[in-house]
Nanobody, 124 residues
């Protein structure tokens, strides 16, 4: 099993940047594909980005492609989401998720482990 704790959320003006971190505890972090999702009020949880266990492959939602690079440090059991050029529509609670697999996964139901979420608010 793995426990996930997100940090780094907050308030920022449009055009600014934030870096989210997700620290994992438990064994075999390097065996997990990691994903970031977000959920705005009144909306369904949506995929943001994912990275395979060896950082060999990444995937992004079209809405964040080119702005939100995902990365991981297996030595630190941490996955990151660097959020640049933030827009008001990026406002949401951001969640990290883990699935023990070697492929990219973008569907929320395929992830078995979730963090508690961190709020990101972007003002115009």
């Amino acid at each position: 099993q793995v426990q996930l704790v997100e940090s780094g959320g907050g308030w920022v003006q449009a055009g600014g940047s934030l870096r989210l971190s997700c620290a994992a505890s438990g064994r075999a972090f390097s065996s997990y594909t990691m994903g970031w999702f977000r959920q705005a009020p009144g909306k369904e949880r949506e995929f943001v980005a994912a990275i395979t266990r060896s950082s060999g492959s990444t995937d992004y939602a079209d809405s964040v492609k080119g702005r939100f690079p995902i990365s991981r440090d297996n030595a630190k059991n941490t996955v990151y989401l660097q959020m640049n050029s933030l827009k008001p529509e990026d406002t949401a609670v951001y969640y990290c998720a883990a699935r023990r697999t070697f492929v990219l996964v973008s569907t929320p139901n395929e992830y078995g482990y979730w963090g508690q979420g961190t709020q990101v608010t972007v003002s115009s």
